[in-house]
């Protein structure tokens, strides 16, 4: 197997008293898609903000390409090439769509590249295209979620952090974004995915994690964990 | 959008009339064409129009809350005072005013860095706190320094201070401040208003930003306080209290946030009536205070509030409004974005 993209190692990470992470270790290797699914409070926010360094990590270490991110603060762990789309989207409410894409070129120097991508982005969300000169905020919960993700594109980040994309989504938009999501992949995006529709995100997914109380309890293939009769129990509804 | 030049026919525009504005600021004083009256009353708002846009910077573009502007103002006024006093020979005080000037932004934007640092580290509401103790603190140290007067306040300045001084520096200030907010990096301080975890995310150094636009605010500030110094010609600590700073406020959210046109505005509106309603005596202090509230309820937005006259949009950015909406009759929106008045 390649080189992994990204590695945790040992990793836990604490709110005060609480250990939100406990020990978990994971690996992202180039190319795939990884779901991390579990129920609420489980840890799986608080991994991704671990990687990109929105949260103190405790113990254990972060390697995305070799290098150690424990100490590199958020704003350059994007510059290395991790994009996060957050929980709740944040999209820039008082900024045009455009705005908001070309935000996410802040600390980028390729004004070529940033042309491509934004081309891509594009065609790969055409509303976002219609869209362009209206506020972000005036954008539907859809739109907002595939403005997310174009600007998670326009990082020009290889590894890409989702948060939840179908949150709050009608199950066609649910449909429609994770659609999008194999397809941003099959472009040569690496996926690290966190959902609460676990069954989605393993039809999608090349591997997975299911974490309990912020530990590791089973992994391996999607469409092996599919099957488990544990994963099935807790996750998919029986 | 990218921080690229001008461009385009309105490119000569702005420069044309800000020398049209020169040429008159210079021969009002010069012909007495108004009253010494108006003059001054003219140099105040300029003054109140570069402390106003400054703190817009801090409290509109960039969304936090600073209340103690009026200590920068302060640091400004005396650092000036002193230099041209103390150090500068007479003959030379009027052509060395500029670095007096200079040198009052620059103290005050030494002050600012070291209250930033420490303030920034957390978020929210305690910059109001820390910027409030800041005035106070830099008032009663000014009323503890003997060498400075004390509380009997300093005195022996030149009227340095002239129209074409004041025209130049609001100028400066206005075309620093526009230009930052139209760059990409100042996209980076209006994310930071908008959303601070996503402006981490997609790549924005936010502690960097916060730091250096509060730096930038309080710089103007300081250069504000030293006109204000050279035209009064007597300051006293008294001058840049926390009634100062509310004044200040009151200016920002009348004409806007994160509007140049509405501080403009602002500014010029509520420093004509403080003039006018000087029969009122002691009560005209009631009034920043009950403007505040009265717009806090009637119009929390302000005259301008988010939006942005199209003569203060870089013409390269107004051009990439036009293509997509033709000719909107009411003023652009500004201060976070292209959609032109749709």
């Known amino acids: ?238 | 959008m990218l921080g690229g030049p001008d461009s385009g026919k309105g490119r000569w525009r702005a420069p044309l009339l800000a020398a049209v504005g020169f040429v008159l600021a210079w021969a009002v004083p010069r012909y007495q064409l108004i009253s010494p009256y108006y003059e001054l009353i003219l140099m105040y708002i300029g003054i109140n129009i570069m402390l106003t846009v400054s703190l817009n910077l801090v409290n509109g573009y960039m969304g936090e809350f600073a209340v103690g502007h009026a200590g920068f103002m302060a640091v400004g006024a005396y650092v000036a005072s002193v230099l041209t006093v103390r150090a500068f020979s007479w003959e030379l005080g009027p052509y060395l005013f500029p670095l007096a000037l200079l040198a009052a932004g620059a103290g005050a934007g030494l002050v600012a860095l070291l209250v930033a640092v420490p303030s920034f580290r957390t978020r929210g509401d305690y910059l109001a706190i820390v910027t409030l103790a800041l005035n106070m603190i830099v008032k009663s140290v000014i009323e503890n320094i003997e060498a400075v007067g004390g509380p009997r306040g300093f005195l022996g300045m030149n009227r340095l201070t002239t129209l074409p001084w004041v025209y130049v520096w609001v100028v400066i200030t206005l075309w620093t401040i526009r230009n930052l907010v139209y760059s990409i990096y100042g996209r980076g301080v209006l994310a930071v208003r908008e959303d601070e975890v996503a402006a981490e995310l997609v790549g924005v150094n936010t502690r960097h930003v916060k730091v250096q636009a509060f730096i930038m605010s309080a710089f103007f500030a300081g250069v504000a306080g030293g006109l204000y110094a050279h035209l009064l010609q007597f300051i006293h600590p008294r001058n840049f209290d926390i009634i100062k700073s509310t004044e200040i406020l009151v200016m920002v959210y009348l004409g806007g946030i994160g509007s140049l046109m509405g501080s403009v505005l602002g500014a010029s509106i509520f420093t004509v009536l403080l003039e006018a309603l000087r029969f009122l005596g002691v009560w005209r202090m009631v009034l920043a205070p009950l403007l505040l509230v009265l717009l806090m309820v009637l119009r929390p937005t302000g005259i301008m509030g988010l939006r942005e006259f199209r003569g203060f949009v870089p013409a390269d950015e107004l051009a990439r409004w036009r293509r997509l909406a033709p000719a909107p009759a009411g003023p652009a929106r500004g201060g976070g974005s292209g959609a032109a008045g749709n």
């Open chain 1, 1 to 238: 197997m390649s080189e992994p993209l990204l590695v945790l190692d040992d990793v836990s990470v604490s709110y005060g008293q609480i250990r939100a992470v406990r020990g978990l270790s994971m690996t992202v290797h180039p190319g795939e898609i990884v779901t991390l699914v579990g129920a609420n409070g489980a840890g799986k926010t608080t991994t991704l903000r671990a990687v990109s360094r929105l949260v103190p990590i405790a113990s254990g270490r972060i390697l995305f390409r070799g290098r150690d991110l424990t100490r590199v603060p958020a704003h350059e762990v994007v510059r290395l090439g991790v994009c996060h789309v957050p929980e709740g989207r944040g999209v820039f409410a008082n900024l045009t769509v455009r705005e908001n894409l070309l935000l996410a070129t802040y600390s980028r120097r390729d004004r070529d590249r940033i042309n491509q991508d934004l081309d891509r982005v594009f065609s790969i969300f055409p509303r976002l295209a219609e869209r362009q000169h209206q506020p972000g905020g005036t954008l539907s919960g859809g739109e907002q979620q595939m403005l997310a993700v174009g600007r998670a594109i326009m990082t020009g980040g290889e590894l890409m952090l989702l948060d939840e994309p179908s949150m709050g989504l009608a199950p066609i938009l649910v449909e429609e974004i994770f659609r999008i999501l194999t397809e941003i992949n099959r472009q040569g995006t690496t996926l690290l995915l966190v959902e609460q529709n676990a069954r989605m995100a393993l039809q999608i997914a090349h591997r997975a994690y299911v974490l309990e109380a912020g530990e590791v309890a089973v992994s391996g293939p999607a469409e092996d964990l599919l099957d488990h009769p544990r994963v099935r129990e807790a996750y998919l509804g029986g």
